[in-house]
């Protein structure tokens, strides 16, 4: 019966002991992503689609799905922005309903809404972004928005 309790401690305290460091990298995890989101539209907001970009990986392998085109790489990534979004047609970006979803130490999802207001109309949407840590930090592999 000792045996049995000692067993039993043991498990317990190893649990117990596995739950702190996954709790703590995910809302550590959670924390940087949505820091790096509020980056985001405070930098499209200002005018600055290159602080907006910086959390999109640079890369040909990172992947955009939108509504009407799949995209393949930051470079062509950009240019959409670009041509999409200059000058007045930028609007005013909000993020809203954000669902972070952490699911390892590199990587998560990000559940959300998206809008755009411009002087004479809303554009809006749902977008899933998957996020991956790199070198350079957290970054989106792949953004489907729609």
Known sequence: ?????????????????????????????????????????????????????KYYWRSDEMTFHGSKRRLQGWEKLNSMYIETYSGAQRGILEFSGLEINVLSPESAYVLGDWKVELPDTVKQGKFTLIWRKKDEGWRIVHDHSS
Do not use: H, R
Not at 3 to 31: D, F, Q, R
């Open 1 to 53: 019966m000792k045996i049995w309790i000692a067993a039993l401690i043991m498990v317990t305290a190893l649990m117990i002991g596995c739950e702190g460091p996954v709790g703590n990298y995910e809302t550590s995890i959670s924390k940087e992503i949505g820091s790096a989101m509020k980056e985001q539209v405070d930098s499209w907001n200002s005018g600055e689609l290159a602080g907006f970009m």
